[in-house]
């Protein structure tokens, strides 16, 4: 490999609701070398609210990234260094994030609006901590695809000292569109995502948007210094396994049973500590995507009355169901 022996070659999306310290247990399973990241945290959630429970990680899922959300410079710094005091790996702002809530607080891709007070914000946060500070944005903002946008954006950040961009390869349609319609209707536009390489030669870009085979980030790695996956790796977490393999073909991979003794373990240590059966067995979902008994499973895993057992047998019982499906396959 050359660029994707980078520590971002392959990377899981933030992705509000889903990527919690649990989903991030399991998806290390299944991609050893993958970096993590967190969900879109706000500052002032980290200074009013209960740390432990918004920062604390497994060991396991190093390297692990916290994702930040704001537009001060110095409540930001604060974050970051708290972040790197935690021991997390690297510190993210989000400047990309559509949501009207988020809109509201002014931060997250209303922020490209304003490059100068997002490269104070990186340089805040680079001046507190010695951890990489990094940056995930848009190409551009409504129904602005002037490559010029993106590119004086991402120059502002470079003269900073920013080195690493997470590029969403889409527009952010700031009024109009759901999240979901932003991750989904403005055209992806690789090609945009691509000239940047080209007019910063010394910053890594990690491409993110609508990748969803281990092929298509072989591809893409041909270009960029990474592939973020997202969707993908919510609905279908199998791929991650497939990706890394393209990847690093040397490491080896948890087989099936590994991975369900491991998770298995980790529920039971959870449900001791109070987390609830619901929050620990929803990314295991996608797991059986593409498999005999995988709407049957994911059935049992969701249904109410069953989950509300709040036991591990529920697990072990939806895993039986799946072993005999694929005995009769």
């Known amino acids: 490999m050359t660029k994707n022996d980078a520590h971002w070659a392959l990377c899981v999306a933030p992705m509000i609701d889903v990527t919690d310290r649990h989903c991030r247990f399991f998806h290390r399973l299944l991609a050893p070398n993958a970096r993590l990241y967190t969900e879109m945290i706000s500052t002032a959630a980290i ?14 899922e190093h390297p692990v990234a916290l994702q930040l959300g704001c537009s001060d ?93 997470v590029v969403h390869a889409r527009n952010a349609v700031l009024g109009g569109l759901s999240p979901k319609q932003n991750r989904e209707i403005p055209p992806l536009r690789y090609e945009a995502a691509a000239a940047l390489i080209k007019d910063f030669p010394e910053a890594q870009f990690i491409l993110n948007g609508g990748i969803q085979t281990a092929v298509e ?35 080896p991979l948890l087989d099936d049973e590994q991975v369900f003794d491991n998770i298995r373990a980790y529920c039971v240590e959870q449900l ?36 509300a057992r709040e036991e591990i047998a529920v697990l072990d019982e939806a895993w039986e169901q799946l072993h005999r499906q694929k005995a009769l396959s």
């Not at 990474?226 to 497939?242: D, E, F, K, N």
């Not at 500590?273 to 005999?292: I, K, N, T």
């Open 217 to 251: 980030v072989s591809e893409h790695l041909k270009e960029f210094s990474g592939a973020m996956i997202g969707r993908a790796a919510w609905h279908t977490p199998r791929v991650l396994s497939q990706m890394h393999a393209v990847l690093w073909p040397a490491v």
């Open 47 to 60: 200074e009013h609210g209960d740390r432990a429970r918004l920062l604390d990680f497994d060991v396991a």
């Open 73 to 165: 410079p110095k409540r930001l710094a604060a974050a970051a260094r708290i972040a790197e005091q935690w021991g997390y790996d690297e510190v993210n702002l989000n400047c990309g994030c559509p949501s009207a809530r988020v809109l509201e607080g002014h931060f997250g891709a209303i922020l490209m609006h304003r490059p100068q007070l997002v490269a104070d914000c990186l340089k805040a946060m680079q001046d507190a901590v010695t951890i990489p500070v990094t940056v995930k944005h848009r190409l551009g903002l409504d129904e602005n695809d002037s490559y010029g946008f993106v590119r004086d954006f991402v120059g502002t950040l470079y003269d900073e000292g920013v080195r690493v961009f």
């Open 272 to 307: 001791k500590q109070g987390v609830g059966l619901r929050r620990l067995l929803q990314p295991l979902l996608g797991w059986a995507h593409g498999m005999r008994g995988a709407r049957q499973w994911r059935r049992f895993l969701t249904d109410h009355r069953v989950v």
